[in-house]
Nanobody
Framework: QVQLVESGGGLVQAGGSLRLSCAAV????????MGWFRQAPGKEREFVAA????????YYADFVKGRFTISRDNAKNTVYLQMNSLKPEDTAVYYC???????????????WGQGTQVTVSS
């Protein structure tokens, strides 16, 4: 089992940057593919980015390509989401997830944290 705790959210102006972190508690973090999803008010949760256990494979939603970067540090049991050029439409609660299979975490399956709020003002 993996427990996930997100942090790093906050209020930022459009065009600004934030880096989200997701700390995992579990002895086998390095075995898990990790992902980020987000959910805006009144909308369904949507995929943002995912990374394989080794970091060699990544997936991004089209709307974040070139702006967001997912990374991980297996020594620190942490996955990150660097968000640049933020837009008001990026406002949402951001969740990180973990699954042993990359495509399954990309599909929203597995363990999930409680989320961290990101608000982008115009």
């Amino acid at each position: 089992q993996v427990q996930l705790v997100e942090s790093g959210g906050g209020l930022v102006q459009a065009g600004g940057s934030l880096r989200l972190s997701c700390a995992a508690v579990g002895r086998t973090f390095s075995s898990y593919a990790m992902g980020w999803f987000r959910q805006a008010p009144g909308k369904e949760r949507e995929f943002v980015a995912a990374m394989s256990w080794s970091g060699s494979l990544t997936y991004y939603a089209d709307f974040v390509k070139g702006r967001f970067t997912i990374s991980r540090d297996n020594a620190k049991n942490t996955v990150y989401l660097q968000m640049n050029s933020l837009k008001p439409e990026d406002t949402a609660v951001y969740y990180c997830g973990a699954h042993l299979e990359l495509l399954r975490v990309r599909n929203g399956e597995g363990y999930w944290g409680q989320g961290t709020q990101v608000t982008v003002s115009s």
